[in-house]
C-alpha cells in the first residue's frame, strides 16, 4: 500500500492503515508492505523526496 498525507508524522493514520490491510485480506489480496509519504502539501510533492522514492523502487524489485 502506498499513501500520501499532508500530516507531517507517519503513525497519525496507523489505524487506518491497519484497518484497509485487513480489509484487503477479507477479499483475498495480501498485504506486502506500506510506504507513506508524508508531509504531501501539494502534487507532486513527492517527486524531489530521494529517500522516499528509493524506498518505493527497491520495495518494487522486492515484490516476487
Known amino acids: 500500500?502506498?499513501?500520501?498525507?499532508?500530516?507531517?508524522?507517519?503513525?497519525?493514520?496507523?489505524r487506518y492503515f491497519k484497518y484497509t490491510a485487513k480489509?484487503?485480506?477479507g477479499m483475498?489480496?495480501?498485504?506486502?508492505k506500506t510506504l507513506i509519504?508524508?508531509?504531501?502539501?501539494?502534487?507532486?510533492?513527492?517527486?524531489?523526496?530521494k529517500k522516499l522514492l528509493d524506498k518505493a523502487y527497491?520495495?518494487?524489485k522486492s515484490i516476487k
Do not use: C, D, I
Open 23 to 25: 480489509h484487503l485480506k
Open 28 to 32: 483475498g489480496l495480501e498485504h506486502y
Open 1 to 14: 500500500m502506498v499513501y500520501t498525507q499532508a500530516a507531517p508524522l507517519p503513525f497519525l493514520f496507523k
Open 37 to 49: 509519504a508524508t508531509k504531501a502539501f501539494e502534487r507532486n510533492s513527492s517527486k524531489s523526496n
Open 58 to 60: 527497491n520495495l518494487g
